[in-house]
Antibody, heavy 122, light 111 residues
Framework: QVQLVQSGAEVKKPGASVKVSCKVSGYTPSELSMHWVRQADGKGLEWMGGFDPEDGETIYAQKLQGRVTMTEDTSTNTAYMELSSLRAEDTAIYFC???????????????WGQGTLVTVSS | QSVLTQPPSVSGAPGQRVTISCTGSSSNIGAGYDVHWYQQLPGTAPKLLIYGDTNRPSGVPDRFSGSKSGTSASLAITGLQAEDEADYYCHSYDSSLRNFVFGTGTKVTSL
């Protein structure tokens, strides 16, 4: 069984960066295809990016290209999502999500973190 | 602006059958990419309801079913229950964007 536990809420100023962690238990991050999804208050789900196991690369949502970086630390079984040049519209709950049967074009998210609220405010 | 369009809301009386559509295009659903469905209760993380167009993960009641035809997919709830009140999202891959995409989301209400 996979469990994902995320870091706590963050408050950041516009222009700053935020790094959210997602601790994996039950599997190592390298055995999974970790993706990140965010949701602004009262809005829908937005896919941010994730690992493509067929190409061995991480792909990012076009609108976030250049501002988002997803990494993993195998020594601590932790995945990270860093978002830079923060704007007010980046205020959202950020989720890590993964599944056991992911491909480059299909990744049903069986397992979700609890979510991390990131607030961007001056 | 999502490339997968869902109705903002659907409602039905307890026990009724409701369906939620997810309309895409030839670069996503119409290209044959898997469609997955999620249920999100207020204040919680989404939960996988249907994967690979029609399959239910273990533990999901059989009143939930998925289908796909052409450039659209649908989620049906047969025998609506009060506990099914939630937001529902479809999810697929788009080859033009080379990105995964979510639908716009549908709020289901039990009358």
């Amino acid at each position: 069984q996979v469990q994902l536990v995320q870091s706590g809420a963050e408050v950041k100023k516009p222009g700053a960066s935020v790094k959210v962690s997602c601790k994996v238990s039950g599997y190592t991050p390298s055995e999974l295809s970790m993706h990140w999804v965010r949701q602004a208050d009262g809005k829908g789900l937005e896919w941010m990016g994730g690992f493509d196991p067929e190409d061995g690369e991480t792909i990012y949502a076009q609108k976030l290209q250049g501002r988002v970086t997803m990494t993993e630390d195998t020594s601590t079984n932790t995945a990270y999502m860093e978002l830079s040049s923060l704007r007010a519209e980046d205020t959202a709950i950020y989720f890590c999500v993964t599944g056991l049967y992911c491909s480059g074009t299909s990744c049903p998210g069986n397992y979700w973190g609890q979510g991390t609220l990131v607030t961007v405010s001056s | 602006q999502s490339v997968l369009t869902q109705p903002p809301s659907v409602s039905g009386a307890p026990g009724q059958r409701v369906t939620i559509s997810c309309t895409g295009s030839s670069s996503n659903i119409g290209a044959g990419y898997d469609v997955h469905w999620y249920q999100q209760l207020p204040g919680t993380a989404p939960k996988l309801l249907i994967y690979g167009d029609t399959n239910r993960p273990s533990g999901v009641p059989d009143r939930f079913s998925g289908s796909k035809s052409g450039t659209s997919a649908s989620l049906a709830i047969t025998g609506l229950q009060a506990e099914d009140e939630a937001d529902y999202y479809c999810h697929s891959y788009d080859s033009s964007l080379r990105n995964f995409v979510f639908g716009t989301g549908t709020k289901v209400t039990s009358l």
